[in-house]
């Protein structure tokens, strides 16, 4: 009996290694990326600026270190986006002992789908930020000038763009999960007002400034994802 307690204690230990690693290789990715944001954070936050809305294209810096503070900024967002693929690779490598061989073969579709609906979920951010401002500004207080400032800004728009392409790896969650048999059609299936509640709450959560129009949207896309994936689900029965 000790020995066994012994074996499983050097099996905890040792998935207790393993785990740190990947998480090392994470950190490593992320930093890597951050550094080549580093150096394309200034057209990137050109990039961003071009969302701003008509009659606003001006933002202001009130402190010595903002534009510094923005482009590390800029960097570890970049960094993120980057390293995102490594992530879903590292997480996928973690619970890959306890899968057969034919679903070891899906980790490559499953990252390029993982990288694409990134890049798409990013690009529907972006195209929403201006309505969002728009919409935001609008509520402005009358004689009251609006300045945006460039670090609030930058902030605002790069979580937008993160929080989207981040939702948009919802999916590729949900059949993980569906193909090494925690969930299936069955469960997800009866449990729709639980899911729209908890896309909602993430929605509101991981969009800032409160801003109603980008909440709204993500909730509506990750629904329309969901419902999609649950499609796929039934149809492969996995």
Known sequence: MARSDSDATM???EHLEELRGRI??????????????FFLSEPIIAILRAALPEGQDTLIQISVGESLAVR???AVYVGIAIAVPVILYEI?????????????????????????????GMGLGYFVVPFALDFLL?????GVETQLRLSEYVSFVSTVLLAFGLAFQFPILLLLLARV??????????RRRWAVLIIVLFAIIVTPGGDPLS???LSLVMYTLFEGTLQIIRTTGK
Request: proline share 4%.
């Open 215 to 217: 909440s709204t949207v």
């Open 138 to 142: 609008g509520l402005a207080l009358p």
């Open 92 to 120: 996928w490598r973690f619970v890959t002992p306890g899968l057969t061989r034919s679903e070891r073969r899906l980790i490559w579709p499953l990252l390029i789908g993982a990288v694409l609906l990134f890049l798409v």
């Open 11 to 13: 099996s905890l230990i």
């Open 181 to 190: 048999g925690i969930l299936n059609y069955r469960f997800l299936s009866a």
């Open 24 to 37: 090392i290789v994470v950190a490593v990715a992320v930093i890597l990326g951050a550094i080549v944001g």
């Open 72 to 74: 590390l900024r800029v």
